[in-house]
């Protein structure tokens, strides 16, 4: 398998990004609901956001390299279908990106509303920009949970969709985030 996207498959450096970055949302957003039932005395009351966070700025970094990998890589042309098809598929990946920003946006308020950086896994700290804004930490939890919930509703979409091309269209979109052709 190539490591760059041909007119018929995704490349393998693609294949392992996509794959990367949606284990990682799921486990981030399993992680995220579960934090929120730690009580101040729980062991992982810190570390399950100290945690959340830095692998959260990491799937940030991955999913800009994602970003630009896809600009400068063709893209396997789609699936013949039903153009109102072929525009939802669109509309779904550009709300996904969309959404992931967003989120990484309220999370970081989250984070950094009362002045203190970001700290990532003892590496380095992103700066707060954005402080001293009445209950922003609240606000923005409220606003990434809501689009955390949408993101999933979204990514569980986006792979139905595929499981129906796969199994019901018995075409190849599956198969070419697989690397199969």
């Known amino acids: ?22 284990l990682t949302v799921f486990g981030l957003f399993g992680l995220g609901l579960w934090m929120c039932s730690l009580d101040y005395y729980h062991p992982w009351y810190k570390q399950g956001p ?29 699936e013949p279908g039903p153009r ?36 990532v896994f003892n590496w380095f700290v992103i700066p707060a920009l954005i402080t001293g804004i009445e209950n922003l930490e609240d606000t923005a939890g409220t606003v990434h949970l809501v689009l955390a919930c949408l993101f999933i509703a979204l990514a569980a979409l986006h792979a139905g969709a595929a499981l129906y091309h796969h199994f019901i269209k018995r075409d190849g979109t599956l198969q070419r985030m697989l690397g199969r052709s």
Not at 3 to 21: E, P
Not at 52 to 76: D, E, K, Q, Y
Not at 88 to 113: C, E, K, P
């Open 84 to 119: 109102v098809q072929l525009i939802l598929a669109r509309v779904v990946h550009l709300l996904l990106y969309v959404w992931f920003f967003l989120m990484l946006a309220s999370g970081y308020l989250i984070t950094t509303a009362k002045g203190q950086g970001l700290e």
């Open 50 to 78: 100290d945690l959340h966070r830095s692998i959260g700025v990491l799937l940030v970094m991955a999913t800009s390299v994602r970003l630009v990998w896809r600009f400068i890589n063709i893209t396997p042309a789609a």
């Open 1 to 22: 398998m190539p490591l760059t996207n041909t007119d018929k498959t995704y490349g393998w450096f693609a294949i392992a990004l996509h794959w990367l970055s949606a």
